[in-house]
């Protein structure tokens, strides 16, 4: 306590002075409210999960295989000659982007600026036509807004992403008149919510690292386990629609997050549909061209990242161990400008994209020592669905371990033990959500 007029309390005091003033515990939900709870999860998950098979996973698995079987022949040299163009590197660093390394991602945004425009155009001049989008035109609008290899909606995803991490990546005059060109414009043709990246991917997901009070959290299922994947799905759509993130703003008092992410959800919730609709006159258009992408994008945010933090270990003193929690892909093939190395994201998160291999090697003896979770020649999707099925025989052979010393036998069981343990059961948690805001309610 520090005397000068005022008294300071010390960190102890203030955790007991917070404590004295923490409401009764309280009461558990009724069996009842816990049950219904979880069948309604099941449903709406698998509704979700039903409807990304049917107009979602053909696009994504055929384009997937037409791009990886012999289009990116075609392709790759177009890409390449535009990404490695002088002209446009330094159009881009004079007007767009604040540093060289960032001109990296021109020659990606170009194309998923330019397919974006021409698919959105093209159905949105059909619309205001012939007063209604045909199947035909819905499902080719699908395959545009996916991209050959997933490379538009994965290019969405990834410049949303990094936007929400590095406010400075763009020149002072765009951040000012724009502001994040995907996350906050682009971004909402692709179910994201302005500003969700801004404030919630970085002031929740990041803070507590997929940890208790996450909008992502995932230990509290089996992830071996489809029936429970459901229950995820369901927790990613509170996410992607704003409703779990600004319930965890608003009981902790994080005014400034709260305040950008509800303007987000105004943004994405009102004013864009009211105004589609006052266009369009087209319920269907809405539908088909505005929410539909939000419900596919739960669903395949739900399946990467069931990956990306699938496993959960702990060292001898009960702590998480970050390179278990978080998995890493090698020579993956679709990596997009590193997002294939969740772990170094999460623990190394201003490592840029080419330098991932000098963290691997700097915490190689943790690797070595809990046998992190690397896997090489594998996509996320991929590592995803082997986790899901149960199948870790087959993922085992994908598996990368430093030690040298383990049979295939013995990675297959020790994936199979990390994927299945829980932190806290299912209806532990939500119980658990309800003390920790109630603390937080009374930490003012």
């Not at 002088?86 to 998923?112: E, G, I, N, W």
């Not at 669903?299 to 001898?316: K, M, P, S």
């Not at 090489?376 to 030690?403: H, N």
């Amino acid at each position: 306590v520090q005397c000068s007029g005022t008294a300071t309390l010390s960190p102890a005091s203030s955790v007991m002075a917070v404590a004295a003033r923490l409401p009764p515990t309280l009461p558990p939900r009724p069996a009842w409210v816990r049950s219904t709870r979880r069948w309604g999860a099941r449903i709406a998950g698998t509704a979700l999960l039903v409807n990304f098979l049917l107009f979602w996973a053909i696009p994504i698995a055929f384009q997937g295989q037409a791009f990886h079987l012999g289009l990116k022949r075609l392709l790759i040299p177009v890409y390449t000659c535009l990404d490695q163009s002088q002209t446009l590197r330094k159009l881009a660093l004079r007007y767009v982007y604040s540093k060289p390394q960032y001109c990296d991602f021109a020659a990606t945004a170009v194309f998923t600026l330019a397919s974006v425009t021409i698919s959105f155009g093209t159905v949105l001049g059909w619309q205001l036509k012939a007063g209604n989008l045909p199947a035909w035109l819905i499902a080719a609008y699908n395959c545009a807004w996916v991209g050959f290899g997933g490379r538009v909606m994965g290019a969405a995803y990834t410049f949303a992403h990094k936007e929400g991490h590095n406010a400075l990546i763009y020149q002072r005059w765009l951040r000012y008149s724009v502001g994040n060109v995907f996350e906050n414009w682009v971004g909402t043709l692709f179910g994201n919510v302005p500003y969700n990246f801004t404030t919630s991917h970085v002031h929740i997901h990041h803070a507590l690292d997929g940890g208790k009070g996450d909008t992502f959290y995932m230990w509290d299922v089996d992830r071996s386990s489809v029936s429970d994947f459901l229950l995820f799905i369901s927790r990613i759509l509170l996410h992607m629609t704003g409703i779990s993130s600004l319930r965890y703003f608003y009981h902790r008092s994080m005014w400034r997050e709260f305040n950008l992410l509800l303007r987000g959800c105004l943004i994405y919730w009102v004013l864009v549909p009211t105004l589609l609709y006052a266009v369009t006159r087209s319920g269907s258009f809405l539908m088909w061209v505005w929410l539909q992408p939000l419900f596919c994008m739960t669903t395949f945010l739900a399946v990467i990242n069931w990956g990306f933090h699938g496993f959960i270990h702990y060292d001898d003193n009960g702590k998480h161990v970050e390179c278990v929690n978080a998995s890493t892909l090698i020579d993956g093939r679709d990596d997009s400008f590193g997002e294939d190395d969740h772990m170094a994201h999460h623990y190394s998160t201003q490592t840029w994209y080419t330098d991932v291999e000098t963290y691997r090697q700097k915490i190689m003896d943790n690797l070595k020592k809990y046998h992190g979770s690397v896997f090489k020649s594998i996509s996320i999707p991929e590592l995803s669905i082997m986790i899901m099925v149960g199948d870790f025989d087959r993922l085992a052979e994908q598996y990368v371990d430093y030690t040298g010393k383990m049979s295939k036998s013995d990675i297959a069981q020790m994936l199979r033990t990390r994927a299945k343990h829980k932190e806290i059961e299912y209806d532990e948690y939500h119980e658990w959500c309800r003390q920790a805001e109630a603390a937080a309610r009374a930490a003012g």
